[in-house]
T-cell receptor, first 118, second 112 residues
Framework: AQKVTQTQTSISVMEKTTVTMDCVYE???????LFWYKQTASGEIVFLIR??????ENATVGHYSLNFQKPKSSIGLIITATQIEDSAVYFC???????????????FGHGTILRVHP | GPKVLQIPSHQIIDMGQMVTLNCDPV?????FYWYKQILGQQMEFLVN????????KSKLFKDQFSVERPDGSYFTLKIQPTALEDSAVYFC??????????FGPGTRLTVL
């Protein structure tokens, strides 16, 4: 069965620094998709970035990038030049199966609280 | 990014009553989902829906739950009858394909 684990409960950083959030996953599938979302203080859930398992290159979107280490089943999220408004709960999620798989189910981790201080 | 809307934002009902949660997905999206989040915990998948049918459901999707999307209107989650353990925030999501899902702001359901 699929499982996503985020071991860091919370992280505090100073503004404008770089932070890395960890995520490891378990799956029996050879093809899968990994996502990071953030949940703001208002409860809004925002899609940030995605990594497809068959892609070797780490995904990058704006000041978000991923550290995908497939042999370790690890997908870390890196935020560079953090801003106060990056303070949120960050969730890692996985969808099993390739493009032809008959499921869109996302399995989420428990989340990591990020606090960015001025 | 694409916006998913949910109505109402908060619903309080008595145990045993019926409740319908409404979702207005992104207009060109084809796949629809419901997730449940109990305060402070991770989000858990309930069900996904495509082409008028339930594609997959989890063990949390009890017999009292049902979903539908009559002809392009709201995608709804109905719970009948409700139980105390149904109190949670319910998030609707939609996607164009099996890629990233876009979430609504959630409906906080309180069952008394």
């Amino acid at each position: 069965a699929q499982k996503v684990t985020q071991t860091q409960t919370s992280i505090s950083v100073m503004e404008k620094t770089t932070v890395t959030m960890d995520c490891v996953y378990e799956t029996q599938d050879s093809s899968y998709f990994l996502f990071w979302y953030k949940q703001t203080a208002s409860g809004e859930i925002v899609f940030l970035i995605r990594q497809d398992s068959y892609k070797k290159e780490n995904a990058t979107v704006g000041h978000y990038s991923l550290n995908f280490q497939k042999p370790k089943s690890s997908i870390g999220l890196i935020i560079t030049a953090t801003q106060i408004e990056d303070s949120a709960v960050y969730f890692c999620a996985m969808r099993e199966g390739g493009a032809g798989a008959n499921t869109g189910k996302l399995t989420f981790g428990h989340g990591t609280i990020l606090r960015v201080h001025p | 990014g694409p916006k998913v809307l949910q109505i109402p934002s908060h619903q309080i009902i008595d145990m045993g009553q019926m409740v319908t949660l409404n979702c207005d997905p992104v207009s060109n999206h084809l796949y629809f989902y419901w997730y449940k989040q109990i305060l402070g915990q991770q989000m858990e998948f309930l069900v996904n829906f495509y082409n008028g049918k339930v594609m997959e459901k989890s063990k949390l999707f009890k017999d009292q739950f049902s979903v539908e999307r009559p002809d392009g209107s709201y995608f709804t989650l109905k719970i009948q009858p409700t139980a105390l353990e149904d109190s949670a925030v319910y998030f609707c999501a939609s996607s164009l394909d099996w890629g990233e899902q876009y979430f609504g702001p959630g409906t906080r359901l309180t069952v008394l």
